[in-house]
């Protein structure tokens, strides 16, 4: 899975999603020479705390994902509101189709199904569909997930753990989330990877496996 010449779609349903899921694995296939792209449907502007600009979060997640070693042209953001992606379902679906036929990725990182933020299952959920001949891989946001199987560990070394830990302080206007915390982001990485006998790592759920 994480090997040179890899081409791999990342989804995320707000800006930050991706980061917080699955940041250190970004950062674990960059360095491996692997192709990521980067998709956001939402920007969450109204979720934004007063006196920061509309467009603050299409700032951040173009350094968050420049951290990470994305380039911005594999950077895709769209303007879908906060909290209505269940009634997008359709256009989201649409959009993962378009996606699938474009790039034709062999790793896809979605959301849990498991994930109880309407606009996470909806992505999660579209994702399926459209990936289903994909090897398609759910991320752990756990504050989000009620029900989540580790079914699939990725190590991290130190130096791709701090690339995330960077990538999420480049979200000044989410600094005030109880769980945009740095301490908090470390000790979930050491938690999983002492489940798997390692120091750091990050956790999926397998929904497709293609070797």
């Not at 992505?123 to 997930?145: D, Q």
């Not at 560990?153 to 005030?176: N, T, W």
Request: negative net charge.
């Amino acid at each position: 899975m994480i090997a040179a010449g890899r081409n791999v779609l990342v989804l995320a349903p707000h800006t930050d999603d991706g980061e917080f899921g699955c940041g250190g694995t970004i950062a674990r296939l960059v360095d491996a020479g692997a192709e990521v792209r980067y998709v956001a449907f939402s920007t969450a502007s109204r979720s934004l705390p007063p006196g920061f600009p509309s467009d603050t979060l299409t700032h951040e997640v173009r350094a968050a994902t420049s951290t990470l070693g994305i380039p911005e042209t594999h950077l895709t953001v769209h303007d879908f509101e906060v909290r209505t992606f269940p009634s997008m379902r359709q256009d989201i679906l649409e959009i993962l189709v378009a996606l699938n036929a474009d790039l034709r990725p062999d790793l896809v990182l979605t959301p849990s199904l498991g994930d109880i933020h309407q606009d996470h299952e909806t992505v999660a959920r579209e994702s399926m569909r459209a990936f289903k001949r994909t090897t398609l891989l759910g991320y752990e946001i756990p504050w989000n997930c009620f029900n989540f199987h580790q079914q699939a560990y990725v190590e991290l070394d130190p130096a791709q753990l701090d690339r995330k830990v960077a990538a999420l302080m480049c979200y000044r206007s989410q600094a005030h989330r109880n769980y945009a915390n740095e301490e908090y982001v470390r000790n979930v990485a050491r938690t999983r990877g002492i489940e798997g006998g390692r120091e750091l790592a990050e956790v999926f759920e397998v929904y497709r496996w293609f070797w």
